[in-house]
């Protein structure tokens, strides 16, 4: 699966099928942006979800996503996506996997040998997905909702950081080289900032933000910047007006004067 949400290859149980976890890829990825939101690069996540749990990896633009039920080996699979993870970005290195789609480049490229596997295909679930509880015959209401609701633990989503058995795995601070926003737009959602160092200041706030509010935090973010911009790309002058604008979203005075001090504080 890419970063966009577009679906490249599934090797998934037939309850699960195209359609299914391609609407379900939708909604992991906005779990995703939350996630890098507020803690920014990231190599691997899982979310657990009324009959099984999603294990999420990503190696540069694409995400390898396992999908199993309850009796999952946690272990197995953990090393097992790591091994996967690894061979596809030695694939993208070497020009053998297209960092923005599963496409094949030279035919002389090393192809992705996953774990315990001689083919190039991904591994079977281990184990293999229980038969589905009846209800989640119909649609994705299952899946979709915890991951929409973001079924994770406190303490991955809140401001006490990372716990051990988080299920979380950072490796870094930024999570994509041309920003969050972006000079063409945020998002495509129409509101636009005029240089890097503007957007560099958005996602420096953006984080700021969610570390005392939650996810919400880049919906906040938008809403501030169309209030203070007026249509306008937004600017580095502006941000002590959007900073006094988003704080009146944070109740408590401690966390309010540390998002202050986050929000304005000069980039690295």
């Given at each position: 699966m890419e970063l966009s949400g577009e679906l490249r290859y599934h090797q998934a149980h037939a309850i699960y099928d195209e359609a299914l976890l391609t609407e379900v890829g939708q909604t992991l990825i906005q779990a995703v942006e939350s996630l890098e939101l507020q803690h920014g690069d990231w190599t691997s996540f899982d979310v657990e979800f009324a009959d099984g749990r999603v294990l999420v990896g990503r190696a540069d633009r694409l995400l390898v996503v396992l999908l199993a039920g309850e009796d999952l080996n946690t272990s197995f699979a953990n090393v097992a996506?790591?091994?996967?993870?690894?061979?596809?970005?030695?694939?993208?290195?070497?020009?053998?996997?297209?960092?923005?789609?599963?496409?094949?480049?030279?035919?002389?490229?090393?192809?992705?040998?996953?774990?315990?596997?001689?083919?190039?295909?991904?591994?079977?679930?281990?184990?293999?997905?229980?038969?589905?509880?009846?209800?989640?015959?119909?649609?994705?209401?299952?899946?979709?909702?915890?991951?929409?609701?973001?079924?994770?633990?406190?303490?991955?989503?809140?401001?006490?950081?990372?716990?051990?058995?988080s299920g979380l795995t950072w490796t870094g601070s930024n999570p994509n080289a041309s920003g969050m926003f972006g000079t063409s737009g945020l998002g495509g959602s129409g509101v636009a900032v005029a240089?890097?160092?503007?957007?560099?200041?958005?996602?420096?706030?953006?984080?700021?933000?969610?570390?005392?509010?939650?996810?919400?935090?880049?919906?906040?973010?938008?809403?501030?910047?169309?209030?203070?911009?007026?249509?306008?790309?937004f600017t580095l002058r502006m941000l002590p007006a959007l900073v006094a604008d988003l704080e009146q979203q944070i109740s408590d005075t401690d966390d309010r004067n540390e998002f202050r001090k986050s929000a304005l504080q000069s980039g690295k």
């Open positions: 996506m790591r091994v996967a993870l690894g061979k596809i970005k030695k694939a993208i290195a070497s020009g053998g996997l297209d960092a923005s789609g599963l496409s094949v480049g030279a035919s002389s490229a090393a192809p992705v040998m996953f774990p315990q596997m001689g083919q190039t295909q991904p591994p079977p679930m281990p184990p293999p997905l229980p038969p589905p509880l009846p209800h989640a015959m119909s649609g994705s209401a299952g899946l979709d909702s915890a991951i929409a609701n973001l079924s994770l633990n406190n303490s991955i989503l809140g401001a006490s950081g990372l716990g051990a058995g240089d890097s160092q503007s957007n560099d200041a958005l996602t420096r706030c953006s984080r700021a933000l969610a570390r005392a509010v939650g996810p919400m935090a880049k919906v906040f973010v938008k809403e501030g910047v169309r209030r203070i911009a007026q249509g306008a790309p």
